[in-house]
């Protein structure tokens, strides 16, 4: 097997063979080049210590030379150069209590989490595969190197990692590994939120979002999202539904575009409705005000996971307005619908709104999806015609109404407010000349 390595990260590792030492590229590389994916980085693993590494190279950063890693630079590129290192015990099951440097790279290999992740691989000597990770690779699972319980037990993340490897590669978790990732989930309570939120957007923007369901059935969610345990466990007796709660879910996630704001907002947006699931005398389902339920309870799920501010924002806002339905299909109704969610919302409601309709009843869909292209038409051919539907599109600003005689202070807005509402009615009075001729001050 030939693995074709870039040329700065081949110098790098000839230098160390020209010094008397072993290197190779190690890791996520070899394995995403053999499935003939790009690789995000090309590290290398080789048994010169750290302080022997930095003697060749010129130009080296300390990322992490604790654990034995220097990085390398190579112009603007950058390469992580690692030495064969044997873990200790781990204490907290996140960080080991020590690094041992060793000069065996099986050694180094025997460590690591996934037999995907466990070969090696340089121009001289070829692959280096002592786990079979190359026939996991044909054969599409995830499996641990070694015991799986003694690899979750050294690190939690590993356990939620195994089920984001599957999404990413569509593979299937092999059994024993499956049974420990049940087994040890509850660890997942002990690492960081950050290091959760980061596996779970890499799951979530996957080519298989709905591989979330193995999180559900193997205790995942209970311990990272219970709020999502308690949607699986809400029926929704409706006509538009088929399904409970957090079905509905997941299907709305698979039917979204491969983007981080509208898969959480996909995955989130009736997150409220087991909060407010009220039967009727028919034994009818209602979720009355789900969406502004789910905004505020979606708001802190982020939170917690340590999302951004924008991030959370966003999906929050598309929450609340995901079941604005009551849209008149003509020009004046779908540009208040734009004024009152958001020109920069709006094509992502959209997107939500096609979803959560692919996501019901099969024998009510079709209806619901001729009204959405009509709409989207409509909004298509506003766009064409550049109404204005935000302020920065009024033809008059702040500064316009202070020249034309304003004070400066809240009123000011307000009256641009007004202004814009009256040009979203008739878009051909959006003329700096008649906007300040209806000014009475």
């Known amino acids: 097997m030939i693995i074709k390595i870039p ?58 030379i604790q654990h034995g890693t220097v990085t390398v630079m190579s112009g603007k590129e950058s390469f992580e150069v690692t030495t064969y290192r044997i873990d200790g015990e781990y204490c907290d099951g996140r960080h080991p209590s020590e690094v041992i440097f060793t000069p065996s790279l099986l050694e180094d290999l025997k460590r690591r989490d996934f037999t995907i992740n466990a070969m090696a691989y340089n121009e001289t000597e070829g692959l280096v595969d002592a786990f ?15 015991e799986p319980g003694e690899r979750f037990t050294e690190d939690g993340l590993r356990i939620l990692r195994a089920v984001r490897f599957s999404a990413q590669l569509g593979f299937a978790i092999e059994d024993r590994t499956r049974e420990a990732v049940k087994k040890f989930a509850p660890g997942l309570s002990r690492i960081s939120a950050e290091r959760i939120q980061t596996e779970l957007v890499k799951l979530l923007v996957s080519d298989h979002p709905d ?22 466990e809400t029926p929704q007796n409706h006509p538009h539904h088929c399904c409970c709660v957090g079905e509905h879910l997941l299907l709305t996630v698979q039917a979204i575009e491969r983007d ?40 802190g799920i982020l939170r917690r996971l340590r999302f951004d501010n924008d991030t959370i924002c966003r999906v929050k806002h598309l929450i609340r307005v995901h079941d604005y339905r009551q849209i008149p299909l003509t020009a004046k109704g779908v540009r208040r619908a734009v004024f009152r969610i958001g020109k920069e919302y709006f094509p992502d409601y959209l ?24 709409l989207e038409k409509i909004y298509g051919q506003i766009l064409k015609e550049q109404s204005c539907l935000s302020l920065k599109e009024l033809a008059v ?45």
């Open 260 to 299: 981080k704001v509208l898969r959480l907002a996909a995955l989130l947006h009736d997150i409220g409705k087991p909060g407010v699931r009220l039967r009727d005398e028919q034994g009818i389902d209602h979720f009355h005000g789900h969406g502004d339920t789910g905004a505020e309870l979606a708001g």
């Open 7 to 64: 040329e700065k990260a081949n110098q790098i590792i000839a230098r160390l063979v020209q010094a008397g030492f072993e290197a190779y590229v190690v890791g996520g590389c070899v394995r995403d080049a053999v499935l003939g994916r790009p690789a995000a980085d090309w590290d290398i693993t080789t048994n010169a210590r750290p302080e022997q590494v930095k003697a060749l190279f010129p130009r080296t950063i300390d990322t992490g």
């Open 132 to 146: 079979n990770g190359i026939e996991d690779l044909k054969k599409g699972r995830i499996r641990c190197v070694g």
């Open 397 to 441: 600003t702040g500064k316009d109404l202070i020249q034309a005689g304003m004070k400066p202070g809240p009123e000011l807005g307000e009256i641009l407010d007004k202004m814009l509402e009256l040009v979203i009615e008739r878009p051909e009075c959006n003329t700096k000349e008649y906007l300040l001729s209806q000014l009475k001050i």
């Open 351 to 374: 997107k939500l709104r096609r979803a959560d309709i692919l996501a019901q009843n099969p024998a009510m869909q079709q209806e619901k999806l001729e009204t959405l292209k009509e």
């Open 211 to 232: 591989t979330f369901r193995t999180l559900y059935d193997t205790g995942i969610t209970a311990v990272i999202l219970p709020e999502f345990d308690a949607c699986m």
